[in-house]
C-alpha cells in the first residue's frame, strides 16, 4: 500500500496519544496485492482504483476527527445470474474519536443518533478505517442488467403450489362482476 499526500503518515497508523496536536492529510492507494486481499476479506470477486485520502485531526480539547473521501471500483456476483458486476463506489468518510465515549452496557441497545462516533483509540490504523468503510458501502443486492428475479413456487410433493394470484381472492371479482353484467345485458335484450 502506497502513503502519499502533502504531508505523509508515518505507514497506515496515526498516534493520536501524542502531545502535539496537529492535523495530519494522508491519501492511501493500496497496490495490486493490497486490492486483492481487500478483496478476499471482504468477500467480493475483485477490488480496482482504491483511493481513501483526508485528513485526521483535533476535535475539540481531547477528541479527534476523519474526515476523508473513499473512491474505489468493486466486483461482485449478481444476485441473480452470478455474474460480475462492477460498482462505483464513492463516499464521504466521516468518523469522531471521543475521549468520554461510552459503550452500550446492556445485551441489547440502540443504535446512536450519531453512527460517527466511536471511542478514542490511542492509534489509529487508516488502512483499517479505509476496509471498514469500503465494507459499509458495498452493494447488498448487486443485479447485473436486465437480470429478473422470476417467481419461485413451491409445494408438498402432491399439492399443487400456491402461486401469487393465489393468494389476492378478491383479484378475480372484478372479472366475475363484468361477465355478470355482460349476462345480464344479453338476457335484456
Known amino acids: ?26 491519501r492511501l492507494e493500496p497496490d495490486a496485492g493490497t486490492c486483492r486481499e481487500m478483496a478476499a476479506t471482504l468477500g467480493i470477486e475483485g ?6 485520502e483526508g485528513e485526521v485531526r483535533p476535535d475539540g480539547p481531547t477528541d479527534w476527527r476523519l ?4 473512491g474505489a471500483t468493486v466486483v461482485q456476483p449478481c444476485v441473480v445470474t452470478l455474474a460480475p458486476v462492477t460498482t462505483r463506489i464513492d463516499r464521504d468518510v466521516i468518523r469522531r474519536y471521543l475521549a468520554d465515549f461510552v459503550e452500550p452496557e ?16 490511542a492509534r489509529l490504523d487508516l488502512g483499517q478505517v479505509m476496509i471498514e468503510a469500503l465494507a459499509l458501502a458495498l452493494p447488498d443486492y448487486p443485479r447485473a442488467d436486465g437480470a429478473e428475479l422470476g417467481e419461485a413456487v413451491y409445494a408438498a410433493p ?13 383479484a378475480g371479482l372484478a372479472a366475475l362482476r363484468d361477465r355478470l353484467r355482460s349476462e345480464d345485458d344479453d338476457g335484456d335484450t
Open 1 to 26: 500500500m502506497t502513503t502519499q499526500g502533502p504531508e505523509q503518515t508515518a505507514g497506515r497508523i496515526v498516534d493520536l496519544g501524542r502531545r502535539t496536536r496537529a492535523a495530519t492529510p494522508f
Open 158 to 170: 402432491g399439492v399443487a403450489p400456491m402461486r401469487d394470484e393465489d393468494a389476492k381472492p378478491l
Open 106 to 121: 446492556a445485551d441489547e441497545a440502540e443504535m446512536p443518533e450519531d453512527d460517527t462516533a466511536e471511542p478514542l483509540p
Open 47 to 52: 477490488l480496482r482504483k482504491v483511493r481513501f
Open 67 to 70: 474526515e476523508a473521501r473513499l
